[in-house]
């Protein structure tokens, strides 16, 4: 057991580690040669240019030799705070600035439970003498926690009424925050310029059809079924006012780059019906438009002709666009067995590879090495650490294998997929690390131990080990948390491989701009692992306070570093303007539950089992605020109003009568393929692209219109369609 | 341990007694004088006129001396059965239609089961010898179920691919059904003639506004962000295509009913602004401006101006309309923690007061009664059947009181109130029938048992009993299946009161048409009753199929006996379209997995153990097949495609072109306090209300339309309202 001196001893070890990775962070931020490691963001955005291409002194181009600026060091911490939050947003984007916003949660949630805690609970818990008189080995640590009350003892009816005060404090801040995060989504929503997303509905599963192509389909589906009223060909508007502004399909086959005869290429794939995948891009003249059809229904069958928002574009994940329905429905459940088996069994190969990479077969494999293994040191070094490595190799890439699972689901943005690996690394670490460290044991392990045991049985094991665990995870909090956020401010990994391109392939100033690796704030790690230590700070708030300052300081040091790096050095590769705010909120629920829950256990080990019902209700209680919050709060994050919509249009309709939104719409969902072939060309080349794809919707729609109107069959045969019938209806009166 | 014999004579019983209903229900409905107790249907259709208006002989307008009709009195069964089903759904409606093909599900999934069975498992269980060699007291049934089979036979190979045939056949039928369903209810509502409700949304939570009066905020709502674009002052239609037709707001206040001054009370009520709920039917030009209002979210805030789709006139419960989301969700806490004690702690109150109905403190109360209950057999009658009658008063209740806990709960349609009924009496069922028959002691005490048992225990423990109950549900079904389902076609209670109402009250042919109680289906007791014997199906189907032949008796009888109450006898309140179709599926779904759960239990119990993984993947392929349907059928059951109502307005549109849909509207959603008022009032009466109701919204577009081009101050203030600031904004180009 640790005495508070051992938890001295080992927080001062990591602030000097942490303190280590600042200094070296300061030294080399101001060196130019690494100002694109550290300054990505402003490269990005045009603000900054290589401090190589100015005049001055060679040597000086790439070290810095002002010694002024080293006295200066830390002043990148009130720099990285100052920048107002609204600037924020427009700097780097809502999704950042709304993820930041989950660490100041953390210090809102936990500095005055933390107070509490130590006014109320920590004398409640010291004036006892259990431990004394228990003969058992015990430490600082444990004369603080609840550990030191005495079983049966009327105290306990503190650490009740401290969890409901906790509970009710976490649930109010949470509420409060949801409304601020909801308000600041839709102000961000309304107060955008005008985006491509805003008037696009992605359509999915349309259905194949014999007599036309899927482009066609989609335009008299959506003729018929919106009509735009503000077309009309009596009052002459046709073309400039077309219902379908466009709908860009969305083409798969590779067309080869070759700058060429790229129109050829892409006319030659848009012509070629069987690289065409049975999904579109529709656009709408207006917001509210677009808003109707992404939330209604389409057709009787429900399986095709899905509408849905649009992602931004450069949040579209396409490989993903064409599953059909059925699939989808096996992708999951495929998917949702391996998850099931990779948590709970991925021990198992884990331990196979260990199980052969020992130093016999090394030996085996490679006998020139005998000599250097057999000598004793690097002897005892392999064996301690090779055990490791194969556990060490698999956690590296368990984001991969997650993000992996969730493309093979199906979901068609980067930030679905974002949220869904971050919800299945969560669940990852809730088992593996949260549960892992305080019932020693693999995952397999407890859930053959859970299935065997009654269900009030599960919360008592977990909850009397909690206390016991606690120096472990202050440990746990300094390295991974302290230590952690300070490696990632000093970027080794990049600045490593910049400093290698740089070297060996960089040639021009292009090939210089992509060496540079800004890196995202990755949503689908780093939340997960916020919501470890909301869960370890809820869990210890009753249990350990102790625990809850070295929460704090994480979040806090944890705040102004993330804050530094999305000012300066982070790219967000899309917006999906805090879409992920539910899933942060139901994460600190689950872990209130779980917390609720493992105290009720422990207190009914406690001889406080009269506490019981009291505490069955806080549970019950929090269920019910969730969903509260989320009939509230989430359609704000799923839904786009229709008042809203309304409201955007009109005033647009005002400031900017004779807006083509055809031309600001026609070049933004295209596929990435076609797209880096424009980018290649000049500026000129993509105009004339433009021109192309301005040309094409019209003809269609010249070509539909006519049909309309004339009996005679026209390009397509003229027969009748499923979709003709309705059209023929309309045109009766 | 009931021998097959046992079963036998039980059956003869039971055959009897059904016999013996039956027998009187032929006699009795054909006299006369029963008429309207049999043929209520046909009377309220107004195909049928009481016989004693009719002339005749005195004596034969009250008994039947046809002595031809008493010889053929079974042909009721076949008439029942030759009315075709599109005849049968405009006879009475799709509901009962669907309703009844519950039925005939329960025939299609387990005929072929029991074939299966009988062929291939009970050869199977019978040819052992284990309960000949086991010592046990067992009987023939025993010999044929799943407990003739030895300790860890392969034998329970059979049992297990035979869980697989039952399971997938299930699904099979399940989907088969589920697609027919839907397509009935889309063909319904397709082919149906307008009604109101396709065209009409209900709004509530409409926010309160210092300024303008609900109707005034409704219209001004709906003006600004579904601005129907046929519409245009411009051109002149003013008044005629006003674009919200109508907005009848709800009024409260019980307007008295004196037919003189009806409208200077009713003109009291409107204007009275404390009397006006924040809800309002607001009523579509077509099906697509519905559609799409009732799918989409209108506020930036979800909790206010929420819209669905409005019930059908008959449907709308109007005592909700007006709870606010607050309250909704606190009343849906309570009524679930109420619901949760009424099923596990129900036998407390019951058990006290049994204990204080005992003999003594009846002769404690009534001292006069002492000298005839101290008769000994009188006493000895008491005793036995005091204790079980306020269970039995209880179980009578019980219905009641789930209705009354779903209205509390704030749902807005009868329909819907009646699903959710269901599905607690379901749960109570399951609870207190189902498991409470099968481990013996109440549901409280099962609680507090699964609570101290591990998970896999639960299954074992339940799994264990189940061959030993089987003769106990056999004999279930024979009394509370067969001859239940011929005490009601008796109709044993409405008969008797009928009479005796027609004895007392009646006066009037009128009163005669209201003593008369035709009833209904009874959705939240019947489907719960038939999920019951689903349950007890699939269950006993692997375990002991000779069950299944009183099963499928069971379905075949009620199918019959219910179609011809449908025919002749029930009245349905409303027309929800077959909406609880998607619950009907999934409590099948959930008694699926129960089944396999306890099978599994059972197995492993048997020695069979290695059979485990094989059977935990059924239940993941049951909620696997359940999710793909409800992604594939639900929506048809809760969206209304924007294609079909496209389809049909064009229809309606290109038939009848100058159709005056406020006029048929406009009285749709009345109050039925105002609506009764109505009826007392000749037609003539109806006709003046009718166009008291036309002039209003023309008079508040008018004003509206004129504040929208005057500047000037209109007679609201003309202060910026928040609705007004949009509309301004609108104006402007």
Known sequence: MATLNDIGVAAAINILTAFAFLLAFAILRIQPVNDRVYFPKWYLKGLRSSPLANGGAFASKFVNFDWKSYIRFLNWMPAALQMPEPELIHHAGLDSVVYLRIYLLGLKIFVPIAILAFTVMIPVNWTNNTLEHSGLTYSDVDKLSISNIP?????????LVMAYTFTFWTCYVLKREYEIVAAMRLHFLASEQRRPDQFTVLVRNVPPDPHESVTELVQHFFLVNHPDHYLSHRTGFLGLWGNRVDAIDFYTSKAERLSRDISSEREEVTNNPKSIMPAAFVSFKTRWGAAVCAQTQQSRNPTVWLTEWAPEPRDVYWENLAIPFVYLTIRRLIVAVAFFFL??????????VQSLANIESIEKAFPFLRPIIEVKFIKSLI??????????????FLPTILMIMSKFEGFISLS??????????????FVNVFLGSIITGTAFQQLNNFIHQSTNQIPRTIGVSIPMKATFFITFIMVDGWAGVAGEILRLKPLIIYHLKNFFLVKT??????????????????????????LLGLVYAVVTPILLPFMIVFFGFAYVVYRHQIINVYNQEYESAAAFWPDVHVRIIVALIVSQLLLMGLLSTKGASQSTPLLITLPVLTICFHRFCKGRYEPAFVRYPLQEAMMKDTLERAKEANLNLKGFLQNAYIHPVFKSADDNGSDSDNDITTGEWEQEPTLVATKRTSKRFTPLPSKDGGSLLPSDEVKDERSKP
Do not use: C
């Open 416 to 429: 679905s997929l974002e949220r869904r690996s971050a919800s299945r690394y969560y669940i990852f670490q």
């Open 509 to 534: 100033e292009k090939d210089r701009e992509e060496a540079m690796d800004p890196g995202t704030i990755g949503f689908n790690t780093g939340e997960p692992q916020i919501q470890l230590y909301f």
């Open 151 to 159: 079983i049966g003892s009327n105290r306990f009816w503190t650490h």
């Open 343 to 352: 948590t709970f069994f991925f021990v198992i190969p884990i331990a196979i």
């Open 383 to 396: 064996q301690g650490f090779l055990p490791g490595i194969a556990l060490k190799i698999f956690l590296m």
